[in-house]
């Protein structure tokens, strides 16, 4: 299924779980209801850096479908890391980053590739 956005209130989510986490990295797997990107899971046993965020994909709820992932650049750097480039293919098509200050703008989101693509805010 195509994916045409990505739901205001998941946006707003992405935005304080930046904050709440700032310094530190958070990483999440994103789910998708009739082609929205609407809703997330933080899995169990993510290592949390400042530099990085990691877990292992075996601790995804099994009935996750793996549309992609969401997570943080506390250095507000909106661009995929190599490790992020890395690890983009293992989760999905659609890869959002949220960095710091977390406002409105300070988003963007990747495929798989690492190439961006522009999602609809919705609702």
Known sequence: MAIRGI???LLSMLFELGREHHPDEFVAALREQNGV?????LVPGTIVGE???SFSINMLPLDVRKIGSAHSHPNGVLSPSTAD???FPTMGRYHIIVGY???????RCY???GSPVQLEVIG
Request: aromatic share 12%; glycine share 4%.
């Open 85 to 87: 480039l890395r690890f």
């Open 111 to 113: 495929r798989a590739d």
């Open 51 to 53: 530099e990085s965020a």
């Open 7 to 9: 739901s205001r209130d």
């Open 37 to 41: 990107i609407r809703d997330l899971d």
């Open 101 to 107: 200050p977390y406002g409105q703008r300070d988003w």
